[in-house]
């Protein structure tokens, strides 16, 4: 008994202290423990990287520090020909940043650690968009004079395959444009674009032979982006006023959003919001955030400059990069995003060189 007594009276003031420990005598700050989440991701998602820039009339890539939003570095691409970069796509495997290059049938590769040229690798004419799966296996790059799209090995840095843009929409003035891969790196997605007729279109491809397993007619001047946390691909089209959401598989019309101008997209790392450009709009309502769960727009910012381009964002997803395009146009666009408030919200510009064009963040 004494022993029960003993034990009792050593357990008792114990339990009090861990009931303290759990029952605190204030609330916690909700904006405490989101700051702290917030540091958490910034750690876990690495937003201390770089944004680069793709400069299309100046030859170059601008490095934007994402903690200084300030510009680091400046570099050329080679090229016997003046250098046309288009589109850029870092790749986490092998710490590459990949760059397009319009003007000499190519792409430059840079190291990410130094922005050093590691290698270029021939492509077809016409160097447009490109995208890599996210295994860093492939990279697809479309070329809109040979109607082509070359795939790159990336192990090897070397073109594997050529694959032809449908006969048929080609003889209807088409011509291939944006592309994406999809998250399990089995399907490639093409928008043809400049289509005689209402539509243009996504031809999805086998990644495995190369030939095109369906299409689906969507609206005029397509792009395209999606998210591995749905089963949806989206398709802004600028020309149409839209963005067509289909199903990624069997490419099915899911429903149509009317966005005016809609361009450039990008969708958040737990894919709740996307974010598409009004590039026509000369500023005004310049972005759009959708719910992608709603299908609905949340809401709309404007833009401190004409034709905002395309978008990139932080892993974590807490700012918005916007390149705003233009022969003399040198401008980069920040703006602060959040899961409490995902309309983008003004914070600052970045001077860059010339035709800000494609972007892409880069750790």
């Known amino acids: 008994m004494k022993k029960l007594l003993v034990l009792l009276t050593l357990t008792f003031p114990l339990m009090l202290f861990f009931y303290g420990c759990n029952e605190p005598t204030t609330p916690i700050d909700s904006t405490v423990l989101e700051k702290q989440q917030l540091e958490k991701n910034d750690g876990l998602l690495g937003v201390g990287g770089n944004i680069v820039i793709a400069n299309?009339?100046?030859?170059?890539?601008?490095v934007i520090n994402t903690k200084t939003d300030e510009v680091s570095g400046t570099y050329q691409l080679p090229g016997a020909n003046t250098p046309e970069p288009m589109y850029v796509v870092f790749v986490k495997k092998g710490h590459r940043v990949f760059v397009g290059d319009r003007a000499n049938n190519q792409v430059v590769v840079f190291r990410s650690s130094d922005f050093s040229v590691e290698t270029t690798i021939p492509v077809g004419q016409g160097?447009?968009?490109?995208?890599?799966?996210?295994?860093?296996?492939?990279?697809?790059?479309?070329?809109?004079i040979d109607n082509t799209s070359s795939v790159i090995n990336l192990h090897t840095l070397s073109?594997?395959?050529?694959?032809?843009?449908?006969?048929?929409?080609?003889?209807?003035?088409?011509?291939?444009?944006?592309?994406?891969l999809s998250p399990d790196g089995k399907l490639a997605y093409v928008t043809v674009v400049g289509v005689s007729?209402?539509?243009?279109?996504?031809?999805?491809?086998?990644?495995?032979?190369?030939?095109?397993?369906?299409?689906?007619?969507?609206?005029?001047?397509?792009?395209?982006?999606?998210?591995?946390?749905?089963?949806?691909?989206?398709?802004p089209c600028q020309n149409s006023d839209a963005v067509y959401i289909l199903n990624r598989k069997n490419l099915n019309q899911v429903?149509?959003?009317?966005?005016?101008?809609?361009?450039?997209?990008?969708?958040?790392?737990?894919?709740?919001?996307?974010?598409?450009?009004?590039?026509?709009?000369?500023?005004?309502?310049?972005?759009?955030?959708?719910?992608?769960?709603?299908?609905?727009?949340?809401?709309?910012?404007?833009?401190?400059?004409?034709?905002?381009?395309?978008?990139?964002?932080?892993?974590?997803?807490?700012?918005?990069?916007l390149t705003h395009s233009g022969?003399?146009?040198?401008?980069?666009?920040?703006?602060?995003?959040?899961?409490?408030?995902?309309?983008?919200?003004?914070?600052?510009?970045?001077?860059?060189?010339?035709?800000?064009?494609g972007l892409a963040y880069a750790k």
């Open 56 to 62: 299309r009339n100046s030859g170059s890539i601008s």
């Open 127 to 144: 160097v447009f968009h490109m995208w890599a799966d996210p295994q860093g296996r492939r990279l697809w790059v479309n070329n809109d």
């Open 159 to 180: 073109v594997i395959a050529t694959v032809p843009i449908p006969a048929d929409l080609v003889s209807m003035g088409g011509k291939p444009h944006d592309v994406i």
């Open 197 to 235: 007729g209402p539509s243009d279109y996504v031809v999805q491809y086998s990644t495995k032979t190369f030939q095109e397993k369906r299409r689906a007619a969507v609206g005029k001047d397509a792009h395209l982006s999606l998210t591995e946390r749905n089963k949806y691909l989206y398709v």
């Open 255 to 321: 429903d149509v959003l009317s966005v005016p101008g809609a361009h450039g997209i990008n969708i958040t790392t737990n894919g709740k919001v996307l974010y598409t450009t009004n590039l026509p709009g000369g500023g005004t309502d310049g972005l759009f955030a959708i719910d992608t769960k709603h299908s609905s727009v949340i809401g709309t910012s404007n833009t401190p400059y004409a034709v905002p381009h395309n978008i990139a964002l932080t892993p974590n997803s807490q700012k918005l990069y």
């Open 327 to 357: 022969g003399t146009s040198d401008k980069v666009t920040v703006y602060k995003i959040s899961n409490h408030n995902p309309v983008p919200e003004f914070v600052k510009e970045i001077t860059v060189e010339l035709n800000p064009f």
